[in-house]
């Protein structure tokens, strides 16, 4: 794991720019928000997610995150069907500004074309470089 200016960036992820993750579980992905993410809207207080057997489209909206600050769309960062919702995290939001890594992640996917939409995300390496970009922007 990797500090950029305070904001967390695990090994062993993809990234979205539209502050996703992924982890690839054998014939499945889990999802969820970044550390970059959660930080940046605050305290997160209600999450909507969708019901297992969804079927979502990279880069289209699944759901949204709602904050003190904000309503946010979460982006999907994979294709594929939902198998399974972290339904914790809808009945304490605020999983996703403890633990966004771990016990806050959100959705369990059965991609549908991974091989393809992985070269769509950013790996390790270049999620750091992004976010010592947004950093130096922000």
Known sequence: MVKVEGYEVPE?????KD?????????????GL??????????????????SGTVIKQNEPYGTAESVKAVSDMIAAIS????????????????????????GW???????NLQAELSNLMDFNQ?????????KEG
């Open 12 to 16: 062993g992820l993809y990234y979205t």
């Open 19 to 31: 502050f996703e993750w992924i982890k690839v579980e054998g014939d499945k992905i889990r999802m």
């Open 34 to 51: 970044t550390d970059y993410a959660q930080k940046q809207l605050r305290e997160i207080v209600y999450a909507e997610l969708p019901s």
């Open 80 to 103: 594929g069907t939902v198998e399974e919702i972290n339904t914790e995290v809808q009945s304490k939001p605020e999983i996703l500004n403890e633990d966004p890594y771990g016990k």
């Open 106 to 112: 959100l959705l369990i996917v059965k991609p549908s």
């Open 127 to 135: 999620a750091v470089q992004w976010h010592k970009t947004l950093v």
